[in-house]
Antibody
Framework: EVQLVESGGGLVQPGGSLRLSCEAS????????MNWVRQAPGKGLEWLSH????????YYADSVKGRFIISRDDAKSSFYLQMNSLRAEDTAVYFC??????????????WGQGTLVTVSS | QSALTQPPSVSGSPGQSVSISCTGT?????????VSWYQQSPGTAPKLIIY???NRPSGVPDRFSGSKSGNTASLTISGLQAEDEADYYC???????????FGGGTKLTVL
């Protein structure tokens, strides 16, 4: 069974940093492209970032470009989102999601349960 | 403002059919057969229900179907059941910003 488990969320002050992790199991992690998606309280879904299976292709939404960094460690079946210069508007539940294809054709076929990030003083 | 436009809400009675539209542009929905749909119940993660416009993952009832015409994709749910009450989101790749985008979401109420 495919499982994705996020961790690392919490309360952080504006301007601070946080690192989210997503640990995968039930499939050959190194073969898959992965994504981060977030959902602000009471709002819709927002795609944030994609990392290819080889880490050769990385993409970011304009809203986080230059502040967030995606990475992966296939040996640990995990990937990460380093979030810097956090703002109040980054407050959201952050989901990790597996891509069923490449960046241009893909769709999110498995999701984690989400981890809440709250940016507040 | 979301890149893909969905109606905020739709409703229907049990047994009826409802459709949810997802309108984009020639940079996304109109150019690629890569629209996917997700169902999200309160407090839970989204679940893939349609991919590549018309395809259903295994385990998704055939009451759920997808289609596309021009720049608008649609999700149709036939034989509505109480358990279908949820939020629904469409998604696509867009060449305009080289990114993945979601619609704003549609809340389905089963009356």
């Amino acid at each position: 069974e495919v499982q994705l488990v996020e961790s690392g969320g919490g309360l952080v002050q504006p301007g601070g940093s946080l690192r989210l992790s997503c640990e995968a199991s039930g499939f050959t992690f190194s073969n898959y492209n992965m994504n981060w998606v977030r959902q602000a309280p009471g709002k819709g879904l927002e795609w944030l970032s994609h990392i290819s299976s080889s880490s050769s292709n990385i993409y970011y939404a304009d809203s986080v470009k230059g502040r967030f960094i995606i990475s992966r460690d296939d040996a640990k079946s995990s990937f990460y989102l380093q979030m810097n210069s956090l703002r109040a508007e980054d407050t959201a539940v952050y989901f990790c999601a597996r891509d069923a294809d490449d960046f241009w054709s893909g769709y999110f076929d498995s999701w984690g349960q989400g981890t809440l990030v709250t940016v507040s003083s | 403002q979301s890149a893909l436009t969905q109606p905020p809400s739709v409703s229907g009675s049990p047994g009826q059919s409802v459709s949810i539209s997802c309108t984009g542009t020639s940079s996304d929905v109109g150019s690629y057969n890569r629209v996917s749909w997700y169902q999200q119940s309160p407090g839970t993660a989204p679940k893939l229900i349609i991919y590549r416009v018309t395809n259903r993952p295994s385990g998704v009832p055939d009451r759920f179907s997808g289609s596309k015409s021009g720049n608008t994709a649609s999700l149709t749910i036939s034989g509505l059941q109480a358990e279908d009450e949820a939020d629904y989101y469409c998604s696509s790749y867009t060449s305009r910003t080289t990114s993945r985008v979601f619609g704003g979401g549609t809340k389905l109420t089963v009356l």
